[in-house]
């Protein structure tokens, strides 16, 4: 009989001790602005995944060194599922520096969440269209000032691969968001800003978007090209994706990669990336995994190239 009592103590210890995990909050953590484009999508990620996961899903904005102090926060935070981490593109380029606090493998890739264009931004009326500005970057070559966010970032190495097939150049402005590039390139003090047609909407009065690189022509935004049908060959997304930390058990991340999954299925979120005219970025967790291998070795091609490393 006494050994029955304990059995069943056990028992319920061991049913309390994973309620009680279940119940503890999520953290998204990411290294945007509270209300940057990154920050906004996780927080409606977010609202969707609670139902999902049946548990509390917050979202703490960690700017910083682009990024990577929400990196270091991760990685102090123990290897239980209840921390995830959400970057970008830009992971596999900027933790290539050699002042980097971290490699891109340090991290275990969970979902990809969403692509985002990139988009070239210039002053309303400053140019007619593409053709005249990549004339530009050919005549006056790094005389043309081109903004965007971090210093070797996928912005930067988006222009890059663009200037290589036009035969031009530019100079790279760094911004510590694409916003504030924007807002630059309307008051006159740049050609131009290379950021996401995501926010678009938000600067279209005073700027115009010369193309994208979207495969075709996005919905919300009809009479804007993309620079694939202008004869530049470059389709590539801005992405949007979650990390966890190296450790943690798989049965966690198959249950965090569900819940995240349902949570993009969701009307609301998929009502969100119409809005923005942006796509759903989900993969496989394998073919994320390959995927930033092979962004990484071009990134590297990109910055070796550009002298950013040797």
Same mark, same amino acid.
């Given at each position: 009989?006494?050994?029955?009592?304990?059995?069943? /103590?056990? /028992?319920?210890?061991?049913?309390?001790?994973?309620?009680?995990?279940?119940?503890?909050?999520?953290?998204?953590?990411?290294?945007?602005?509270?209300?940057?484009?990154?920050?906004?999508? /996780?927080?409606?990620?977010?609202?969707?995944?609670?139902?999902?996961?049946?548990?509390?899903?917050?979202?703490?904005?960690?700017?910083?060194?682009?990024?990577?102090?929400?990196?270091?926060?991760?990685?102090?935070?123990?290897?239980?599922?209840?921390?995830?981490?959400?970057?970008?593109?830009?992971?596999?380029?900027?933790?290539?520096?050699?002042?980097?606090?971290?490699?891109?493998?340090?991290?275990?890739?969970?979902?990809?969440?969403?692509?985002?264009?990139?988009?070239?931004?210039?002053?309303?009326?400053?140019?007619?269209?593409?053709?005249?500005?990549?004339?530009?970057?050919?005549?006056?070559?790094?005389?043309?000032?081109?903004?965007?966010?971090?210093?070797?970032?996928?912005?930067?190495?988006? /222009?890059?691969?663009?200037?290589?097939?036009?035969?031009?150049?530019?100079?790279?402005?760094?911004?510590?968001?694409?916003?504030?590039?924007?807002?630059?390139?309307?008051?006159?003090?740049?050609?131009?800003?290379?950021?996401?047609?995501?926010?678009?909407?938000?600067?279209?009065?005073?700027?115009?978007?010369?193309?994208?690189?979207?495969?075709?022509?996005?919905?919300?935004?009809?009479?804007?090209?993309?620079?694939?049908?202008?004869?530049?060959?470059?389709?590539?997304?801005?992405?949007?994706?979650?990390?966890?930390?190296?450790?943690?058990?798989?049965?966690?991340?198959?249950?965090?990669?569900?819940?995240?999954?349902?949570?993009?299925?969701?009307?609301?979120?998929?009502?969100?990336?119409?809005?923005?005219?942006?796509?759903?970025?989900?993969?496989?967790?394998?073919?994320?995994?390959?995927?930033?291998?092979?962004?990484?070795?071009?990134?590297?091609?990109?910055?070796?190239?550009?002298?950013?490393?040797?």
């Amino acid at each position: 009989m006494n050994r029955l009592v304990r059995v069943l /103590l056990m /028992l319920v210890l061991v049913s309390g001790a994973a309620i009680a995990l279940a119940q503890a909050p999520v953290r998204i953590i990411h290294g945007s602005n509270a209300g940057a484009p990154q920050d906004v999508m /996780l927080r409606i990620l977010a609202e969707e995944m609670q139902k999902a996961l049946g548990q509390p899903v917050i979202v703490e904005p960690r700017p910083g060194a682009e990024g990577q102090i929400a990196m270091t926060a991760l990685k102090q935070a123990p290897a239980d599922g209840n921390t995830i981490f959400s970057d970008g593109t830009g992971i596999t380029s900027i933790l290539q520096m050699p002042d980097a606090l971290h490699k891109w493998t340090d991290f275990e890739p969970l979902y990809r969440l969403q692509l985002d264009p990139f988009a070239l931004y210039v002053q309303r009326g400053k140019y007619a269209d593409l053709k005249s500005f990549l004339s530009d970057m050919r005549i006056r070559a790094a005389d043309v000032r081109v903004g965007g966010y971090a210093v070797n970032g996928p912005f930067r190495i988006t /222009l890059m691969m663009i200037a290589r097939q036009v035969k031009g150049d530019f100079t790279w402005i760094p911004f510590d968001s694409g916003a504030r590039a924007i807002t630059a390139v309307m008051g006159g003090h740049m050609e131009g800003a290379l950021s996401n047609i995501s926010v678009y909407s938000s600067f279209r009065e005073k700027t115009a978007v010369l193309a994208h690189t979207a495969e075709k022509r996005l919905a919300q935004f009809p009479d804007v090209p993309t620079f694939k049908e202008l004869g530049i060959d470059i389709v590539r997304y801005h992405w949007r994706g979650m990390f966890v930390k190296r450790g943690t058990p798989e049965p966690v991340i198959n249950r965090l990669f569900e819940g995240v999954g349902r949570a993009v299925r969701s009307d609301r979120f998929q009502n969100y990336l119409r809005d923005t005219a942006t796509l759903e970025g989900t993969m496989s967790r394998a073919d994320y995994a390959k995927m930033l291998e092979e962004q990484a070795k071009a990134d590297e091609q990109m910055l070796r190239a550009s002298g950013a490393i040797k």
